[in-house]
């Protein structure tokens, strides 16, 4: 990324999509599935998969298992459609068995799509596409299964086809390494077709010009070029050296040396099952007379630290832990130790290198 800036209508930039296309698709796990860039943020991505594929006043049906999905479901919204939520208590995965008893109550079809979150970064709990699919087709309904993948896409597995999606969405500065800036997408020949028949009145978002220019190369705007340089390349590291498998272990990896410093504290994980923690993000509880925001200040502060808020309900009462990306284990490591002696500080009842010990072993086992 560090380089002079090219022509966006040069040659030279045009060869950067043809590039960077297959292996996104790879990322996504889909053959057919079409990608579509965009200069924005996960939150434009959205937009995005709505606007396309959904016309104003068309109902949605939206999880809200933490701030992430609650927050998908606002903007649904605030764009205009009208949004049935199934609340469920931070800490739980998206629940399959009450979208699919929802959506057979939909007797006229009137739900139009689903919206999930994959990784609910707020929670740290990652929920089971699959078994989302499998609901909706019991159901025998023909909504959308729209998927924020952010914090999961590039990191863990995800199976665009296998799982049935119709739109994931994905931004830049998870687990492809790269500043904000960017949103991907990844749009089934259903959901393609929805968008050429009905949607909502967008300009920026619309995914026809995007798509036709790209054939070429191109966009119909002025992208962020540099970006575009840095995304090739951090595909390259992703699929081509390192292999999206070993990605995923890797990520397994790492959370599990987390998981196991966590437990030796003897703190409690906000997500209430272990098959569904995240390996991109452990959101922990604070001891007793300790605030999230207090011990953020300490690690910052005191070892230049710098960890994750709770978010939303959650902000008083828990921190966390992110492990995605460039990462390995000497980093996670040191995170852990610098929370280990923040909390030893701060007058927590843990006891110094238990932490790190735990996620030693770990390693050294696994």
Known sequence: MDRAVVDHRSDEFAQLLPRIAPLLKQVFGTKDGHIVVFSGSGTGAWESAMVNTL????CVLSVANGHFGAGFGLSGRRLGFE?????????????ADLIEDRLKADKNGVI???LVVHNETSTGVTSDIGAVRRAMDAAGHDALLIVDAVSSLASMPFEFDEWGVDVALCGSQKGLMLPPGQAYLCASARALEASKTGGSPRNYFEWGNQLRENITGKFPYTPNTLMLFGLREALIMLVEEEGLDNVYARHRRMAGGVWAAVEAWGLKFMCQKPRFRSTTVTTVMTPEGIKGADLLARTRNRFNLVLGTGIGDSAAKAFRMGHL?????LEVIGMVAGVEMALHEMGAPVKLGSGVAAAEEHFSAS
């Not at 016309?55 to 068309?58: F, M, T, V």
């Not at 949004?83 to 629940?95: M, T």
Request: no cysteine; charged share 25%.
């Open 55 to 58: 016309k104003q006043g068309d």
């Open 325 to 329: 990306g460039a990462l390995n284990e």
């Open 112 to 114: 139009k799509a689903v």
């Open 83 to 95: 949004v049935q939520e199934i609340v469920v208590p931070w800490g739980a995965e998206v629940p």
